[in-house]
């Protein structure tokens, strides 16, 4: 039904900032929920945050750790969803997917690498 595709990941240093890109195989303007997930190694796949389209605005909720300095978007024209992270710390490394949840089934992508270390 549809396949997505990250992108952006990296190495960074503290402080920093890095935009992660998730790109859909299709048209996401009827795509209810999408989102973006994390995994540190030896740690459970966590939320970070998710959109969802109500049809007149578009609502996120973001887990805690990450309140203030990540920022999720979606472009419908360009069937792209964004993170914005800003003040990356060595806690938001890890491997981050994005979904997006379809006729009730959830579709991943295979993932990209975020790294902050000094």
């Known amino acids: 039904q549809v396949q997505l595709v990250e992108s952006g990941g990296g190495l960074v240093q503290p402080g920093g900032s890095l935009r992660l890109s998730c790109a859909a195989s299709?048209?996401?303007?009827?795509?209810?929920?999408m989102g973006w997930y994390r995994q540190a190694p030896g740690k459970e796949r966590e939320l970070v945050v998710t959109i969802t389209n109500l049809g007149s605005a578009n609502y996120a909720e973001y887990a805690d750790s990450v309140k203030g300095r990540f920022t999720i978007s979606r472009d419908n024209a360009k069937n792209t969803m964004y993170l914005q992270m800003n003040d990356l710390k060595p806690g938001d490394t890890a491997v981050y997917y994005c979904?997006?949840?379809?006729?009730?089934?959830?579709?991943w992508g295979q993932g990209t690498q975020v790294t902050v270390s000094s």
């Open positions: 299709r048209n996401i303007f009827s795509i209810r929920t």
């Open positions: 979904k997006a949840v379809l006729d009730g089934t959830n579709y």
